[in-house]
């Protein structure tokens, strides 16, 4: 786990240190204290652009140098202590740079140490957004199983991208040009695809033997946005080259996959049920995914779970219930709150640091 975090420059933690971590860490404090910046710092140590999404040159403090620094520790091992960094430099704000033990890595490498997932109050709203909010969700899923699914997706954002540059051009693209960035993005697509399919099997499958009760039981599918196969990837974006064209973008492939939920019983889409449905349904998901990493012989690496403000907006039965799930895998679990109170039930396995300001105290 991590038992080392160090924020410079951050947001409006100018120079924050945690340490002596356990299991369970919360941070407790006022709105705008500082809080989810922390888990925001933690969760960039991950591939990605972190759990805001933010462009980096947003992050750093204001009034600051221009850049900022993250720095973690992952407890030891057998080949020891890793620590990972990230961050951006005054003088190009809008390059993030990374560190595995002091030396330069591609943040995608970031996967291979450690697996980062969080839920925030913004989630909530997961299934009402368009289906890009879905996707990400769900391979943020998929990248705690497949490390390698970040770089893959990485190559086929970038095939997708030069393939609608030159069909948004005036001029005819070339088509050999064009076959060749089809066969990248449909090898590439067909593998990010597998991924998330396999992935929603595996989920479905946790969901339909975990307690229905007390977090709403969600069903899964996934619905693809084009052909599974590379082949047939390839031949579908050549045969609806003229049609993109027209568009001014690719109307086909996994860019367009959907990740479709609905509550069980009422088989009632997500988006149309309550919101404290939703949010029961959006945790009965996480806790099913992370009951499948508990039992995923084939990873070893440490597991970091964020939770913002989770515990507020449960009652006390579904925060109980909440708490002995979490207790019972390896996930080191960093939490937010206003006040200690609605974490009574595991105040004596915590680690609790007081937010304000950007400064942040141990008070446990």
């Not at 943040?107 to 913004?122: D, F, K, M, Y």
């Not at 009760?213 to 003229?242: I, N, Q, S």
């Not at 799930?325 to 004596?348: D, H, K, S, Y």
Request: glycine share 10%; proline share 5%.
């Amino acid at each position: 786990m991590l038992d080392h975090v160090s924020l410079t420059d951050f947001r409006n933690h100018r120079e924050t240190l945690i340490d002596q971590t356990r299991q369970f860490n919360l941070l407790v404090g006022e709105n705008g204290a500082g809080k989810t910046n922390v888990l925001e710092a933690i969760s960039l140590l991950a591939p990605g652009r972190g759990l805001r999404r933010a462009a980096l040159a947003d992050i750093a403090a204001q009034h600051g140098p221009g850049g900022f620094a993250v720095s973690a520790r992952l407890g030891s091992g057998e080949g020891g202590p890793v620590m990972l960094g990230t961050g951006t430099e005054a003088a190009n704000p809008g390059k993030r740079v990374v560190h595995v033990n002091g030396a330069a890595s591609p943040a995608n490498r970031l996967a291979e140490w450690l697996s980062i997932g969080w839920l925030t109050p913004s989630m909530d709203r997961l299934f009402s957004e368009g289906a890009g909010a879905r996707r990400r969700f769900l391979d943020r899923l998929v990248l705690a199983f497949a490390p390698g699914h970040a770089g893959l997706a990485s190559r086929l954002e970038a095939a997708l991208r030069e393939r609608n540059r030159l069909l948004s051009d005036p001029r005819e693209p070339d088509p050999q040009w064009l076959d060749g960035i089809e066969a990248q993005l449909a090898e590439a697509g067909a593998a990010v695809a597998a991924e998330r399919a396999r992935t929603v099997e595996r989920l479905a499958a946790m969901l339909a033997i975990l307690p229905s009760k007390p977090f709403a039981l969600p069903h899964l599918a996934y619905r693809p946005g084009g052909p599974l196969e590379t082949g047939e990837l390839a031949v579908a974006l050549r045969h609806w080259r003229a049609t993109d064209r027209a568009a001014g973008r690719t109307l086909t492939g996994p860019h367009r996959d959907e990740l479709e939920v609905t509550m069980a019983g009422k088989d009632q889409p997500a988006a149309e049920c309550s919101t404290g449905e939703q949010k029961a349904m959006l945790i009965a998901i996480v806790l099913a995914h992370s009951r499948l990493l508990e039992e995923d012989t084939a990873s070893d690496r440490p597991r970091v779970l964020l939770l913002d403000e989770v515990a507020a907006h449960l009652d006390p039965i579904r925060r109980e219930a909440l708490f002995e799930r979490l207790r019972e895998g390896r996930a080191q679990v960093w939490l937010t709150g206003t006040e200690r109170a609605p974490f009574a039930a595991i105040e004596g396995e915590i680690a609790v640091w007081e937010v304000s300001g950007g400064e942040v105290e141990r008070v446990d």
